[in-house]
């Protein structure tokens, strides 16, 4: 499973990213149109990667925060939503605006992206408000920008109390789907062997002993 990917960008079609790592290899990464206007050609980046491995292919989406990677898989959760139209959405404006599009309920702001009816509008902003709310999504963006702000100002800060367990909860789950598991059984194996300050490679660790002792 890809996590992340640091390389040069070396070529753009579309929404599509060429990332070429060390060793020359280069992947294709879908990327949101906002993110990708700020990327510069031949130039390094680095890209936060949700991987989603089928039978006849393996596809990248590429994000620049956790935090945006996280509020991408739930938007495909949600009924009618694929990672290509979770993509369009991201498209259309940037996390902080999204978040408070949701909040306020704009439902006429969502419909803005391709392909987003009155309907599915309406039903994303009712299961990710709820999302929104258990992920803290919202409260790690804004201790991210304090942080960055503080930092140009070279102010030191104590160091993020914001629970970072969900990004390691989250992603072990996404590594067993990866793997073939069912969404509810992955989940409910992480809850069964999770605790407090593991890495994901713990997790997926101790998740994967568990399943296979049934």
């Known amino acids: 499973m890809i996590g992340s990917l640091r390389g040069k960008l070396i070529g753009m079609e579309g929404l599509?990213?060429?990332?070429?790592?060390?060793?020359?290899?280069?992947?294709?990464?879908?990327?949101p149109g906002n993110l990708l206007s700020s990327l510069k050609m031949n130039e390094e980046c680095f890209l936060y990667i949700h991987h989603v491995?089928?039978?006849?292919?393996?596809?990248?989406?590429?994000?620049?925060s956790q935090e945006s990677r996280l509020f991408f898989r739930e938007l495909?959760?949600?009924?009618?939503?694929?990672?290509?139209a979770a993509i369009a959405l991201l498209s259309t404006m940037d996390l902080p605006t999204f978040i408070e599009v949701i909040n306020a309920q704009r439902i006429n702001a969502l419909m803005a992206a391709p392909g987003i009816g009155k309907k599915t509008a309406e039903r994303i902003i009712v299961e990710m408000k709820d999302r929104l709310n258990k992920l803290r999504i919202g409260e790690r963006?804004?201790?991210?920008?304090a942080n960055a702000i503080n930092a140009e100002l070279g102010v030191e800060m104590?160091?993020?109390t914001v629970d970072e367990n969900a990004f390691a909860f989250d992603d072990a789950i996404q590594a067993l789907m990866s793997l073939g598991?069912?969404?509810?059984?992955?989940?409910?194996?992480v809850k069964a062997v999770f605790e407090k300050g593991m890495t994901t490679e713990q997790i997926i660790v101790?998740?994967?002993?568990k399943l296979s002792k049934g």
């Open 206 to 209: 101790a998740s994967l002993a």
């Open 53 to 64: 491995v089928r039978e006849d292919a393996d596809l990248l989406y590429g994000f620049d």
């Open 158 to 160: 104590p160091q993020n």
């Open 76 to 84: 495909i959760k949600i009924n009618g939503i694929g990672p290509r």
């Open 16 to 31: 599509s990213a060429l990332i070429e790592v060390n060793g020359g290899i280069g992947y294709e990464v879908e990327i």
């Open 141 to 145: 963006i804004i201790v991210q920008s």
């Open 181 to 189: 598991y069912k969404e509810n059984m992955a989940i409910a194996t």
